[in-house]
């Protein structure tokens, strides 16, 4: 349910000079084919997702599934809903983009770009301790864990299913052992490169409203510098207490892990809802009590040409790592900056020492 109405509210909460990945000039975000494009995929992702919510439900209601059959239906349905989705963006974003260039929308007007020498020193970001402390946390949970190693049982739960029970075991191994807390060293570690990454981030101050766009950029990155420690600390007390049931698994029960389980999905959905709708792409739900408008012949930069497909932002003369997804709410990294492929690399090779630790 969460992820057909946000796939399908999406456009709602974007910047009015971004559509379908395409950058829209200030004379064409009134345009009503824009608008109804926007309420059609609205209309159609809705539908084809309550189509196929309800085939999932009637399928169990019908069938009465055992529990695997029902996870793996249920990532299909998930999966299914998204390509959909995405299939129908794909179709939008090339019709819009054919408009563009047919019709000539930047033809005649002068391009901007704006920059604030002084925007880094007003960012309000959460300082990197905030993320660090949570990171010592969970090595002192491992090393925990490792100290009690001859006292573990021979089978390590490697997977808790929906009843809160483990249901997947590895061999007791050093490795076995250490997977968990290096799994969640990864996920804080990223949680900290991307608050850092934000803070070295160009901003998308318009060149039209500058007083409000600067406003809206500053609140974005405050509230998304928030929602990342949300997550990192959700993230931390969930796989630290799943630690602990490794560790000590005779004071710990089903239901309480269940119940950790499921804080632990309301607190991440709840955060990632309450962003959206308050925030918005690049903060423009954010409200500004002061506006400002420059000449009509001005115009922002057009850089559809680093935007593939609307979605991979590749620009080897941007300094940015992070870049504001164009759509989406919140980032996406700038696959022309070699230290995002750093990034990647070493996100995946620590994907792979994970599954062969298991």
């Given amino acids: 349910i969460f992820i057909i109405a946000i796939q399908a509210f999406l456009p709602k909460f974007l910047k009015e000079s971004e559509a379908f990945g395409i950058y829209i000039p200030d004379t064409h975000i009134k345009d009503k084919r824009i608008e109804h494009m926007k309420n059609r995929y609205t209309q159609i992702v809705l539908t084809s997702g309550i189509m196929i919510l309800a085939i999932f439900i009637g399928w169990l209601w019908l069938f009465r599934p055992a529990e695997e059959p029902i996870v793996f239906a249920g990532m299909v349905a998930q999966i299914g809903a998204l390509i ?22 930047t033809e005649g007007q002068s391009e901007r770009k704006v920059v604030d020498l002084h925007f880094r020193e007003q960012l309000k970001l959460l300082p990197s301790i905030y993320f660090i402390i949570p990171m010592f946390i969970t090595l002192g949970l491992g090393i925990l864990g490792l100290s009690q190693y001859d006292t573990l049982p021979n089978q390590i739960p490697t997977h808790w299913g929906p009843s809160g029970k483990a249901d997947a075991f590895a061999e007791k191994s050093w490795g076995s052992v250490s997977a968990l807390p290096i799994m969640t060293l990864v996920l804080q570690g990223m949680m900290l490169f991307f608050n850092g990454a934000m803070k070295q981030s160009g901003a998308k101050i318009q060149v039209r409203h500058k007083k409000r766009s600067r406003e809206q950029q500053l609140a974005f990155r405050k509230y998304s510098s928030w929602l990342l420690f949300v997550v990192t600390i959700t993230v931390t007390l969930l796989m630290g207490y799943l630690q602990l049931t490794i560790i000590y698994p005779e004071t710990m029960s089903a239901s309480v ?56 932002y590749v620009n080897k003369n941007d300094p940015s790592i992070l870049v ?5 709410i919140g980032w996406t990294v700038n696959m022309g900056h070699k230290g995002s492929w750093i990034f990647l690399v070493l996100l995946f090779f620590s994907i792979l020492l994970i599954s062969t630790l298991l």
């Fill in 257 to 312: 892990t269940l119940g950790f389980t499921l804080g632990f999905l309301f607190v991440i959905l709840g955060a990632v809802l309450y962003y959206t709708v308050k925030v918005g792409q690049s903060g423009s739900r954010i409200p500004v009590a002061e506006q400002d408008v420059s000449p009509e012949d001005v115009i922002d930069i057009d850089d559809d040409q680093y935007w593939k497909f609307g979605l991979f």
């Fill in 324 to 328: 504001e997804k164009r759509f989406g």
């Fill in 84 to 105: 959909f989705s995405m299939g129908l963006y794909a179709k939008n974003h090339i019709t819009l983009a054919n408009w563009k260039k047919t019709e000539k929308w």
